[in-house]
């Protein structure tokens, strides 16, 4: 299959573009630039399933009252070592580092930290949250739900009950060295990628999807049901659900995101409603847990993991982090490829809030 039409555009101009937006949709000048800024950011990590293409989403949330601009989270408990935190439906971009930042000051000064983040709008790419917690030299571990997304079935069903609940682990890098970020969505696709695909963007790989008959599918339509070249996309439209990934075991870990990072926080499990993330954070200072050089160690093993012969038609073993680092120094120097669909989208939503767009 043909590679998509996609029009590169300088990662700046791309920022600057997605801030003007969501000026003009109703945010302060900081929490657009924060929007753009991480939008951008899953694009330069190759994550297009979690960049601009969530731009019209995002507006149109604001224009239902699904996510509210300028929201601050409210602390409903706290001690030196764990936070219950509510987002009171507030951005992702601003909800999320508040958050972060609040379970990294407490892992500073105690060794630890456990955050729980309940009504949080779109937090988007969850790697981001672990990067600023890497920044700060912190392992972290993140579990994320999604109650009003559900759009999984459990394995061994074909019903829609769990969400896409992404799974996070990061750990901060040797100077020079990319940081190790496990990041992945616990369904074989995050929804965004069908998306992608729904816009034919990269293919889907064979049985992402399970039809209500139980047939195993890759035809976005299975999500969103019939699809026209500028018509919606909305799973709500579809009767089919993404698979888990890796059969019970990948079930298993999606179904724990949902009791650890909704219910044990005191937000929602995957079902109908509003929709949110919910996220338990796990905040950890290697200083405190008995590794003579954490870092040193851990980066002579990746060393070591790399080392391996490699598989068949592989040229080189990656760790997780790998991909996006690289995709991101590659796509910072010579932009970033926007998909034309979304890109004259992207035009259409600045041109609409009266803005020029660029050449
Ligand atoms: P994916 O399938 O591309 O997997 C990404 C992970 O696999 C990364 O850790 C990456 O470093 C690693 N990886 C990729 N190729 C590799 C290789 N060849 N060797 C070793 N490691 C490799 O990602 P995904 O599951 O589609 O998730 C995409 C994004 O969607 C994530 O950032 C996730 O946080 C986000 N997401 C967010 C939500 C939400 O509700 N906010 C929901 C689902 C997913």
């Not at 657009?32 to 950011?41: C, D, G, Q, Y």
């Not at 960049?51 to 949330?61: L, M, N, P």
């Not at 890796?246 to 509003?274: N, Q, T, V, W, Y």
């Not at 290697?286 to 040229?315: I, L, N």
């Amino acid at each position: 299959m043909a590679d998509p039409p996609t029009h590169t555009v300088p990662a700046d101009t791309l920022r600057y573009l997605v801030a003007a937006i969501f000026r003009k949709a109703g945010c302060d000048a900081d929490e657009a630039e924060r929007i753009a800024v991480n939008l951008v950011s899953a694009n330069l990590t190759g994550h297009d399933s979690h960049g601009v293409i969530r731009v019209s989403r995002y507006v149109e949330d604001i224009r239902t009252g699904k996510t509210v601009p300028g929201q601050s989270l409210t602390v409903v408990a706290e001690s030196p070592i764990h936070a219950v935190l509510d987002g009171n439906h507030g951005f992702g971009q601003t909800i999320g580092p508040q958050a972060v930042d609040m379970g990294i000051a407490k892992a500073r000064a105690a060794g630890l930290a456990v955050v729980t983040l309940r009504r949080s709008g779109h937090l988007g790419r969850i790697g981001a949250w672990a990067e600023r917690a890497a920044d700060a030299g912190l392992v972290s571990i993140h579990f994320v739900n999604a109650p009003g997304a559900q759009t999984v079935a459990p394995f061994g069903g074909t019903g829609r009950r769990l969400s896409t609940n992404p799974f996070c682990v990061g750990v901060p890098p040797m100077a020079g060295r990319p940081m190790l970020l496990l990041d992945m969505a616990t369904s074989v696709v995050a929804e965004g990628k069908v998306l992608v695909a729904a816009n034919g963007g990269k293919p889907l790989p064979a049985g992402a999807l399970i039809t209500t008959d139980g047939k195993l599918s890759s035809d976005p339509a299975t999500l969103y049901g019939p699809l026209t070249p500028n018509g919606p996309r909305s799973y709500l439209n579809g009767t089919g659900a993404i698979r888990a990934f890796g059969e019970h075991k990948g079930s298993g870990l999606c179904f724990m995101c949902d009791i650890l990072g909704g219910i044990l926080g005191g937000g929602a499990p995957s079902g109908p409603g509003r929709f949110s993330n919910g996220m338990l954070s796990i905040y950890l200072d290697p200083k405190h847990f008995g590794a003579q050089d954490f870092v040193r160690q851990t980066m002579d093993y990746v060393d070591y993991v790399k080392s391996s012969p490699t598989a068949e038609g592989v040229e080189e073993v990656l760790v997780p982090g790998e991909p996006e680092a690289r995709n991101g120094a590659i796509r910072e120097a010579e932009g970033v490829p926007v998909h034309l669909d979304v890109w004259v989208d992207l035009c259409r939503i600045a041109t609409g809030f009266g803005l020029a767009t660029p050449a």
